[in-house]
């Protein structure tokens, strides 16, 4: 079995809607935009996360997204954070990439 290649960013769906997203390989699970979600009208939050990053430890709501790569469909986990200053609105992490079997090309456009 052939095992997908995806780039550093891709476009994806979420619930239906096609979005940029970064894929980070040092990120355990996906984020998604505040206002992105609110604008999906996804929820309701099934859980709250300690998470730890270059700027120190947040805690952050947690809900369920159908999710759309290369094809294959996912239900995901999503933390939800404002990314109003980050490019990508949604970021892809290892739990996704992992159970997708993805490998990653960087030169991929």
């Given amino acids: 079995m052939e095992r997908p290649i995806i780039g550093l960013t891709e476009k994806v769906r979420i619930h239906g ?3 940029a997203a970064k894929v980070d390989t040092g990120a355990s699970r996906c984020s998604i935009d505040l ?11 099934i859980g709250i996360k300690d998470y730890r990053n ?13 999710l759309e790569l290369e094809g294959k469909k996912f239900n995901a986990l999503f933390n ?12 892809i992490g ?12 960087p030169t991929k456009k």
């Fill in 17 to 19: 809607r096609k979005v």
């Fill in 35 to 45: 206002n992105l979600a609110a604008q999906l009208q996804l929820g309701p939050i």
């Fill in 54 to 66: 270059a700027h120190g430890k947040t805690t952050r709501p947690v809900i369920k997204a159908k």
């Fill in 80 to 91: 939800v954070v404002d990314r109003k200053n980050l490019k990508y609105k949604v970021l």
């Fill in 94 to 105: 290892e739990s996704i990439i992992r159970r997708g079997k993805f490998i990653i090309d």
